[in-house]
T-cell receptor, first 114, second 113 residues
Framework: AQSVTQLDSQVPVFEEAPVELRCNYSSSVSVYLFWYVQYPNQGLQLLLK??????LVESINGFEAEFNKSQTSFHLRKPSVHISDTAEYFC????????????FGAGTRLFVKA | DTEVTQTPKHLVMGMTNKKSLKCEQH?????MYWYKQKAKKPPELMFV???????INESVPSRFSPECPNSSLLNLHLHALQPEDSALYLC????????????FGSGTRLTVV
């Protein structure tokens, strides 16, 4: 069975500071890895994903995540956050061998302070 | 069109009412999903339709009844709900390739009184 652990339920950070949101997963088979963001009163939006190839993936708004197979991690980072980055961030995995289930982590609330 | 549209955005219903949630996408995605999300929790999978056929039912109570009339539409029929069913109901779609990720709608905020 697959599982996803987001190690921090809340991460407060000052504007323009760097941030890392941690995600670890467990799976006996190969998986696809995703980060989704949810702004207040909205649905989830796909932020970035790792399928294969380069272990560093980037989004259009400055976030990046690095796949580390040995540590089974997929941490999300941004070198300088903005107030507008305040949101809930979900790490997720799905099997790349079949089925339609995606397992979501519990979420990390990023709160950017002025 | 790269959106998933959900209606209504808000719904208040009594425990004896019958109502329906609607979801529409025109991206040609052949997999569609219903998720339930409680406050400060991750989404929980309810149903998956693949090529208009019910593929996954996550042991959801029968008071929730999904329907997929065609490849663009997904409905969730509600009947005799309980107050604990109050939540944000999210629809999502994806191509059959699971590596693509989901496109989510903005959700319907349901309150059962």
């Amino acid at each position: 069975a697959q599982s996803v652990t987001q190690l921090d339920s809340q991460v407060p950070v000052f504007e323009e500071a760097p941030v890392e949101l941690r995600c670890n997963y467990s799976s006996s088979v190969s998986v696809y890895l995703f980060w989704y963001v949810q702004y207040p009163n909205q649905g989830l939006q796909l932020l970035l994903k790792y399928l294969s190839g380069s272990t560093l993936v980037e989004s259009i708004n400055g976030f990046e995540a690095e796949f580390n197979k040995s540590q089974t991690s997929f941490h999300l980072r941004k070198p300088s956050v903005h107030i507008s980055d305040t949101a809930e961030y979900f790490c997720a995995v799905s099997l790349n061998t079949g089925g339609f289930k995606t397992i979501f982590g519990a979420g990390t609330r990023l709160f950017v302070k002025a | 069109d790269t959106e998933v549209t959900q209606t209504p955005k808000h719904l208040v219903m009594g425990m004896t009412n019958k109502k329906s949630l609607k979801c529409e996408q025109h991206m040609g995605h052949r997999a569609m999903y219903w998720y339930k999300q409680k406050a400060k929790k991750p989404p929980e999978l309810m149903f998956v339709y693949s090529y208009e056929k019910l593929s996954i039912n996550e042991s959801v109570p029968s008071r929730f009844s999904p329907e997929c009339p065609n490849s663009s539409l997904l409905n969730l029929h509600l009947h005799a709900l309980q107050p604990e069913d109050s939540a944000l109901y999210l629809c999502a779609s994806s191509p059959p390739d699971r590596g693509y990720g989901y496109t989510f709608g903005s959700g319907t905020r349901l309150t059962v009184v």
